[in-house]
């Protein structure tokens, strides 16, 4: 981090001070709205919810805006301890944004432990009720308002060029986004590789995803550049790039093992547009 | 009400005590056995173009115990010769990565395979349902139920670490801050603000429990705002005689707060952040002018 050190900062604001007033208020816990908006900026994601102390250490001084949370699914790589609809709130309350991921059944031409189903009805009856699941997470998770317009992603790990294949997580894929459009409708994502996940093939279904979130480890922060997907798709502030993966990063004491985002896109539960951003 | 007296510490930071769920074992301190812990199949997945089974290591004992590195793990399929998992071309080092563990720690060995390849598209697969665990104390752990497809490539360890658990964090939190490490905290801020202007906000602080939390050793608190890879910290000390010396059970006190956002930051996303000592944390993203 090339952050100013603090003693410099402190010569340049000698006359700071605080003056509070305290006023008394009983008041309810907070809950996690529900939404989301447009946002550029860096964030990161981590296989296992760090503890909120450990957010704390990481929102401070850091180039971090926003947290790629694993919300469930049969095929979520790794267990979830921490993850409450209070550690939502917490690490909302400290300033973070969030992209929900859902890690349901892969591609039928793969070797994970749950895959779709090459039959295509059944295979998009599949993707309907990965996304009633998705759901059914975010309310657990403490989401307001039904969780309308919260971004979700769907996390399709990379399978390969077979046609039939393809075809099957094709239907998946639009039975994912449709469900999730029904009222109260959440905004469809799908993350996987730029091109090993054939995210290019997405932008050609009947109803796409609202965005796409690609892995394209080639270290440019910039969401314009993915490789095997066209400019044109999803172009209007529909993209997040996993633009590093699998590396440590220490702040405040603190390491995690990360893979290293940028958002030109949605997250939860609120946007923030910055033209001037490395992530455009 | 508002209240003049203000409590100033000087500008220059005070270091405040890393929170760390992460027990530091004593030196000498044994090798794990397998009488030591419970062995657990975790979730199977995918992560990061793996197919991935995670093994979970408790230490149920009831001293602390340690893994040089990750233990070595043996594959049994039902129909072919035992696999030894081995290191990853990503992480090698995990093979050497000391951890210590304190009893009722826990500990994730996450195992690998590659996702996909041209055999998969046929039906076939080569998966395993029991793996075998040797603890460097001496003994085997037998684990069933796990799923370790080898069809696309061989089983690698990708991590190996102690669980960051929130409830070990809390315990942590409270030994250092106390009651304070109860409460929680919210941020009024405006979503704006001007570079060397003056930024006012409010934090609420609020105690979720049945019982007052005391401020009679009034906490001091940090805050900041970052921008493109500079930031400003100060540290000062909570009005808590504004407060009347505690946070009511079941009730919330707000804070105004005033902040000089410094001129040098660069215009954009700037990220506010204000913490309490041993106590919560608040933040808000802001569009510096």
Known sequence: MQSMSRKAMARLLPSMFLCSSAVFLTQPAQAYPGGGGAFNGKGFDTCAAPSTSQMQAWWTNTPWSWVGVYIGGAVRGCSQPNLTASWMNTTYSQGWRHTLIWVGPQAPCSTYATRISYDSATAYQQGKDEAVKAYNALIALGFTNNAAGTPVVYDMEGYGSNATCKAAVKQFMQGWVDQLAVAPAQVSGVYGSACNSNLSDLATMARPPKFIWAANWDGNTSTSTLSCVSGTSWSSHQRLKQYQGDHNETYGGVTINIDSNCANGPLAPSGGLNSASVCN | ?289
């Open chain 2, 1 to 289: 009400m508002s209240f003049r007296s203000c409590f100033t510490l000087s500008a220059v930071s005070i270091a405040l005590l890393a929170l760390s769920g992460a027990a530091q074992a004593a030196p000498g301190v044994r090798a794990c056995a397998a009488a030591d812990v419970k062995v657990t199949a975790g979730q199977a997945g995918a992560w990061r173009g793996q197919a991935t089974q995670e093994i979970r290591i408790a230490n149920t004992g009831l001293e602390a115990c340690h893994l040089p590195g990750f233990p070595t793990v043996q594959l049994q399929p039902t129909n072919e010769a035992p696999q030894t998992v081995g290191a990853s071309e990503q992480a090698p080092e995990l093979q050497s990565t000391r951890l210590e563990l304190a009893p009722g720690e826990e500990i994730v060995v996450l195992l690998g395979t590659p996702g996909t390849c041209e055999a998969a598209n046929r039906p076939e697969r080569k998966v395993s349902k029991r793996l075998q665990l040797a603890l460097p104390g001496g003994g085997l752990k037998t684990v069933d139920g796990v799923h370790v497809d080898t069809l696309c490539g061989r089983a690698t360890v990708m991590r190996f670490e102690r669980v960051q658990s929130e409830a070990n964090a809390r315990a942590v939190a409270m030994k250092v801050g106390g009651a304070v490490s109860q409460l929680t905290g919210s941020i009024s801020a405006p979503d704006e603000a001007s570079r060397g202007g003056l930024l006012r906000y409010t934090v609420t602080l609020s105690n979720p429990t049945a019982s007052p939390v005391s401020l009679s050793a009034c906490p001091s608190y940090t805050q900041s705002v970052w921008a493109d890879g500079k930031s400003s910290d100060t540290t000062l000390r909570l009005n808590c005689a504004a407060a009347g010396g505690q946070i009511p059970a079941n009730g919330s006190v707000s804070f105004d707060m005033q902040l000089a956002v410094p001129a040098e930051l660069a215009a954009g996303n700037g990220k506010l952040s204000w913490k309490l000592e041993g106590g919560p944390g608040v933040g808000k993203m802001i569009g510096l002018r």
